[in-house]
């Protein structure tokens, strides 16, 4: 079964799935998202990659799924987590994600 992204509020992360039967938690983006009157902002702040499944290009899969959600929900993305800053680094479609005068808080 291929791997898949799916939100879970309930632990404030989104959790990639994988192995055979495709509930395995393989790793997490953890998240907190705040909400003020005029914006919804998520702020990634922690991701993980069990080392069983290290190489197989799961933290990529991870960020894009978590990050193509939050441009589909309208939320702002604040990528306090290295690996999310990182990955937003070397795919700059996302950038837009970050509002603009915070981006440089950020290096982006």
Avoid: N
């Avoid at 959790?15 to 495709?22: H, I, R």
């Avoid at 978590?66 to 070397?90: N, S």
């Avoid at 970050?98 to 981006?103: A, C, I, K």
């Amino acid at each position: 079964m291929e791997p898949q992204v799916a939100d879970r509020p309930e632990k404030t992360r989104y959790e990639v799935l994988a192995g055979d039967d495709g509930t395995e938690t393989a790793g997490f983006a953890e998240y907190f998202l705040s909400e003020d009157e005029s914006e919804v902002e998520i702020a990634f702040i922690h991701t993980e990659i069990d080392s069983r499944f290290a190489g197989r290009g799961l933290g990529g899969l991870l960020a894009r799924g978590a990050l193509d959600d939050a441009r589909t929900r309208g939320l702002h993305v604040l990528p306090y987590c290295p690996f999310i800053r990182g990955w937003i680094r070397k795919h700059p479609e996302y950038t837009d994600l970050v509002p603009e005068t915070r981006r440089a808080r950020f290096g982006l």
